[in-house]
C-alpha cells in the first residue's frame, strides 16, 4: 500500500457564494510535524537567453520573464506549496496516489510545479498550460519530504485561480485533466476529484487508459474512477459544506474560520501530518481593486495569525519568516539528499514555539495573548476591507512594508 498522501485542504469560492464581487482562495498545508514553511517574495525577473533554473531535483531551461511571487514553502525546496504571482493568479497544490505509481526519480516536484506556474501565466489558464506543457517534457517525480531514510512520492492536483476562473487540474505521470470553475464553492483535497466533466484534458489521455485496460471506451468517462485505487475517490470535503453555510457571504474571515476547524478535519493535527502553514486570498473581479494574500508563515492556523501581503513595487522583504539559507551545503543539495537535518526554524517559527509551551503550561497567560493577536488580526482584515471599498485607487507607499509591519509586530508582542 502506498503512503497516504497528506490530508491538506484548498478551497475557492466564487459569486454568488462570495461577498461583492471577490473571488476568495484558501489553503492549508499538511505537512510533516517538523517541517518548518517559509513565506518568501521573488520581484518579477528578465533572464538572459539561455539560461537555466534550478529546481528542487532537476534543473529546466529558464523562460525571458518571470512574474513577482509570493510563496509559502517547505523551506528546504525550491518550489512552493501555495502563493501567488503579481497578476492576481493564486496556485495550490496537493499530493495525491493514484492507481499509477509515483517516479522515484527525480524530476520536477508538484510543489517545483506550484511557482514554475505562478513565476510563468498571467491567468489561471495560462499557469495550467505552463504547468502541463512541463509535466510532458520533464515528468513529475522525486522525494515529497525531507527524509534521508525512505523515499514518498505522489501524484500531483492543483487549484489554480484568478479574479474570473479557477481550474482543477488532476494528473497522473504525465497524463492529466482539468474542470473549470466560474461559480459557486470548490474544494479539493488528497485524493482525485474530477468526474466526469472534464474541460481539457492531455490529448492521449483517454488512448491511454484503454491501453492499460482502466476504461473500455464504451461508458462515460470518468477520471477519479479510472485513476483512483479502488474506492478512494470518495467525497472529501468536510470544510465545503461550512463554506455554502455562509449563503453568498464568504469573506477572508469566512475562509479563515473553516481553515481553522480541527473538528471538521480541514485543520489537521494528527500523529504524523499538522497543517504547517496556512493562505487566504481574496481576488476581487474589479481589476481596479488590489488581490490581498494573507500567510501565516507558522503551523497550525487555529494559533496562528493571517497577515495581509499586496503586491506593489519594492515590497519590503520579510528576513523573519525566512529560513536561513545553507547554500550548496545544504543537505537537500548534496547527493545522496536528506543525510542531516539542519535547524531551518525562521525567527517568527522560533517566537510561535515559545507562545505555543506558554499555551500549554499556563492557560491564563496564552489565552491572554492569544486574544491579542486575533484582535491584531481583526485589525489587518479590517483595514483590507477598507482598501476594498474605497474608490480611489491604491498608494502603494501605503502598502509597501504591509506584510514587514504585520510580522514585526507579531513577533513584538511574543517579546
Not at 512552493?80 to 497578476?87: L, P, S, T, V
Not at 476594498?388 to 504585520?406: G, K, W
Amino acid at each position: 500500500r502506498m503512503a497516504a498522501a497528506p490530508p491538506s485542504y484548498c478551497f475557492v469560492a466564487f459569486p454568488p457564494c462570495s461577498k461583492d464581487g471577490l473571488v476568495v482562495f484558501g489553503k492549508n498545508s499538511a505537512r510533516p510535524r517538523d517541517e518548518v514553511q517559509e513565506v518568501v517574495y521573488f520581484a518579477a525577473a528578465e533572464h538572459d537567453p539561455g539560461s537555466k533554473v534550478e529546481c528542487t531535483y532537476i534543473e529546466i531551461e529558464q523562460v525571458p520573464k518571470t512574474h513577482a511571487v509570493v510563496l509559502s514553502r517547505p523551506s528546504w525546496l525550491w518550489g512552493a506549496e501555495m502563493g501567488a504571482n503579481e497578476h492576481g493568479v493564486c496556485v495550490a497544490n496537493e499530493a495525491v496516489v493514484t492507481r499509477e505509481p509515483a517516479s522515484e526519480s527525480e524530476a520536477l516536484l508538484g510543489m517545483d510545479l506550484v511557482r514554475l506556474g505562478l513565476e510563468r501565466g498571467a491567468t489561471a489558464k495560462e499557469a495550467l498550460d505552463v504547468i502541463v506543457a512541463l509535466l510532458e517534457e520533464h515528468g513529475q517525480g522525486g522525494n515529497y519530504y525531507e527524509d534521508g531514510s525512505s523515499c514518498h512520492t505522489f501524484q500531483s492536483a492543483f487549484l489554480i485561480v484568478d479574479r474570473n476562473e479557477a481550474w482543477i487540474l488532476e494528473t497522473s505521470g504525465k497524463y492529466w485533466a482539468a474542470e473549470k470553475i466560474t461559480e459557486g464553492v470548490k474544494c479539493i483535497c488528497n485524493q482525485l476529484s474530477l468526474t466526469t466533466k472534464i474541460d481539457a484534458e492531455h490529448p492521449e489521455l483517454r488512448n491511454y487508459v484503454k491501453s492499460q485496460g482502466w476504461w473500455n471506451g464504451d461508458s462515460d468517462f470518468n477520471f477519479s474512477e479510472v485513476f483512483s485505487l479502488a474506492d478512494d475517490h470518495l467525497a472529501c470535503c468536510s470544510g465545503r459544506e461550512s463554506l455554502e453555510k455562509q449563503g453568498g457571504d464568504v469573506s477572508a474571515q469566512a475562509m479563515i474560520d473553516v481553515l481553522r476547524d480541527k473538528d471538521s478535519g480541514v485543520c489537521v493535527d494528527s500523529e504524523s501530518f499538522l497543517t504547517t502553514a496556512s493562505i487566504v486570498c481574496v481576488l476581487p473581479q474589479d481589476p481596479s481593486f488590489p488581490c490581498i494574500h494573507y500567510f501565516t508563515g507558522t503551523p497550525d492556523p487555529s494559533r496562528s495569525i493571517f497577515k495581509p501581503f499586496i503586491f506593489v513595487d519594492d515590497v519590503k522583504l520579510v528576513p523573519k519568516v525566512q529560513s536561513p539559507s545553507f547554500g550548496n551545503d545544504d543537505p537537500a543539495k548534496k547527493i545522496p539528499r536528506f543525510q542531516e537535518k539542519p535547524d531551518r526554524r525562521h525567527e517568527l517559527y522560533k517566537a510561535h514555539e515559545w507562545a505555543r509551551s506558554l499555551l500549554e503550561n499556563d492557560q491564563d497567560k496564552g489565552q491572554k495573548l492569544m486574544r491579542i493577536m486575533f484582535d491584531l488580526e481583526k485589525q489587518g482584515l479590517e483595514a483590507m476591507e477598507d482598501i476594498l471599498s474605497r474608490t480611489e485607487i491604491l498608494d502603494p507607499a501605503e502598502v509597501v512594508d504591509l506584510f514587514y509591519d504585520c510580522v514585526d509586530t507579531e513577533l513584538k508582542f511574543f517579546k
